[in-house]
């Protein structure tokens, strides 16, 4: 049987003593699987993405993408930056260098990172922007560019690093109604391209169509998960009937 690609075990967060934001979250993730994480506001969604990559750094447990593992009770930084190789993130915000074209901050990781010749880089960048329907605006600052745009720019970015998984959180959370499908329609690409991706969204008819498996979160657990029919069309968990009953 295949290992998975991503595992995490007994991952625990907490700000404080008081505030719990992820209990004992366990889950695997297999290539090419697309999840989508959905659930109340302060649930844990986004933190438990962050810790995924250590913008947030966990309180207990152990987090492995590929080769790399790293438990938050004794790791070194080079493990993090190693562990975030295999990683990309996609923000609500964008996250873009406004001084920089899209082409730029396309290629900005791969020159200063990967330390790749710019040359490389930019056929990369600019393979990327025509994927995700952006090779037109290249030369344009994010101040130039629409939210569905910038977020389009954000996705090639993060496709660049070539990871073994892309976060998303909330990629369209920010954006005007009209905007969002331009986004959601390049994220079910790289679905059918067989990109591993987890998301944090709450477009829960999007999730039905992208994912291939949907995960429930309430009070910083996993409650439920499960194929999107599952859990969308034909919920038993009495808290996730309750949540889908305001959002579909």
């Known amino acids: 049987m295949e290992k998975p690609l991503v595992q995490v075990e007994h991952l625990y967060k907490e700000f404080g003593k008081e505030t719990k934001v992820l209990k004992d979250i366990n889950l695997a993730i297999n290539k090419n699987e697309v999840i989508a994480i959905i659930g109340p506001s302060g649930t844990g969604k986004s933190t ?95 101040s130039k560019l629409s939210g569905g745009q910038q977020q389009r720019v954000g996705i090639a970015r993060a496709l660049a690093v070539n990871p073994n998984v892309i976060l998303f959180d909330e990629p369209t959370s920010a954006l005007d109604p009209e905007l969002v499908g331009e986004v959601l329609q390049t994220i079910q690409q790289l679905a059918k391209d067989g990109t591993t991706m987890i998301l944090v969204t709450h477009e829960v008819r999007f999730a039905r169509e992208v994912a291939t498996r949907v995960l429930f979160m309430d009070e910083g657990q996993i409650a439920a998960q499960g194929t999107p029919e599952e859990i969308l069309d034909t919920p038993s968990h009495p808290r996730l009937k309750q949540f889908l009953k305001y959002v579909n």
């Open 48 to 142: 438990l993405l962050r810790c995924l990559n250590y913008l947030t750094i966990p309180t207990k447990g152990v987090i492995t993408i590929g080769e790399i593992r790293v438990d938050a009770q004794d790791y070194h930084k080079k493990d993090v930056l190693e562990l975030r190789k295999h990683s990309s993130m996609v923000f609500q915000g964008y996250h873009l260098f406004k001084n920089k074209t899209a082409m730029e901050n396309v290629m900005e990781a791969l020159v200063t990172v990967h330390k790749m010749k710019k040359k490389e880089a930019k056929d990369i960048a600019l393979e990327l922007l025509a994927k995700v329907g952006m090779l037109e605006r290249k030369d344009f600052y994010p």
